[in-house]
Every structure is written in structure tokens, then in C-alpha cells.
């Protein structure tokens, strides 16, 4: 299978694209809320950079297997959205794929402290980059989805 690991601005045609198909995909928008209480709204904000990891769909490719936003929000860069696709890569790993294109692209250029607010499989990963839990967490209780557990982490520009 081959994959596109890469980051696109908002407001770019890429950007659009990308997200117009996730719009499209109505199944797949319920379980990102199911799974990671994300919406396609929450990375269709000015600002924005989403780095993903793209599969080759027959001769061509677009379908979304895996996905990382951030943001800068005030003196914070604020990085959401992380998610992978049920079924298109998660034995794979290709959240990790783009998790480090974020943190490549993103995070490191970007020399402001970050947060994001995690469930606990993607922790580790995160820890990993110098990423600290901070002693915030507790358990979403969203309405009509499974309860679950969440961790804030910070990140340091010198880290």
C-alpha cells in the first residue's frame, strides 16, 4: 500500500480538497466524534495546518488514513485532531506517520510551548518528543458516545 505523508495549510486547494472529502464521508465524521470527540468544523479554522498521511485509492490517491492539526491560539500552538482512519492502516501505525510529519513541520519550526489533550493510546508517542503530562486529565462524558479517558501534555520549544 502506498502512503503520501504531508502538511497542508488552510486555505490552500490541498487543504479543501481534503477536507471537503472528509465532509463527504458521513460514516467516517461520526466515528472521528465516536472515537476522538473531533469534527471536520474544528479544522476548518484559519490557521490551521493538517498533517496527514494519505493512502493510494486504485490509480490515484486520496482516501485519509490518518491525521494531526495545529494551530497557534494566542502565545500556544494548540495541536488537536489527532486521529487514524478504523481500518485504512491502524495495524500499520500510520497515526504515528502523521503525528512525526507534525511534529516536523509544525511543532518544531513553529518555537512556541504546545498543548494538546490526548486519549491514551497516541501518550506515548507524544512523551517520546519530550511531550509532559501535566496532572490535567479526566473523562469525556459526551452524550451517545463511549466515556473516555484524557491526559493534557505540554511541550516546551527547547525540548
Do not use: N
Amino acid at each position: 500500500m502506498d502512503v503520501d505523508v504531508f502538511t497542508a495549510a488552510h486555505g490552500t486547494v490541498r487543504f479543501a480538497v481534503l477536507l471537503a472529502g472528509l465532509r463527504a464521508d458521513t460514516a467516517l465524521v461520526e466515528q472521528f466524534w465516536a472515537d476522538a470527540e473531533g469534527t471536520p468544523d474544528e479544522l476548518d479554522v484559519p490557521g490551521t495546518m493538517w498533517s496527514v498521511v494519505v493512502l493510494r485509492d486504485g490509480s490515484r490517491w486520496g482516501a485519509l488514513a490518518a491525521w494531526a492539526a495545529a494551530r497557534v491560539d494566542g502565545d500556544m500552538l494548540k495541536c488537536f485532531a489527532s486521529y487514524e482512519v478504523p481500518g485504512a492502516g491502524r495495524e500499520r501505525g500510520l497515526y504515528r506517520d502523521a503525528y512525526r510529519e507534525r511534529h516536523r513541520a509544525v511543532v518544531l519550526p513553529c518555537r512556541r510551548p504546545a498543548v494538546t489533550y490526548l486519549f491514551a493510546q497516541p501518550v506515548p508517542l507524544h512523551e517520546a518528543d519530550g511531550w509532559r503530562r501535566t496532572g490535567v486529565s479526566g473523562t469525556s462524558s459526551e452524550p451517545g458516545i463511549p466515556s473516555h479517558a484524557w491526559w493534557e501534555l505540554r511541550r516546551e520549544p527547547s525540548v
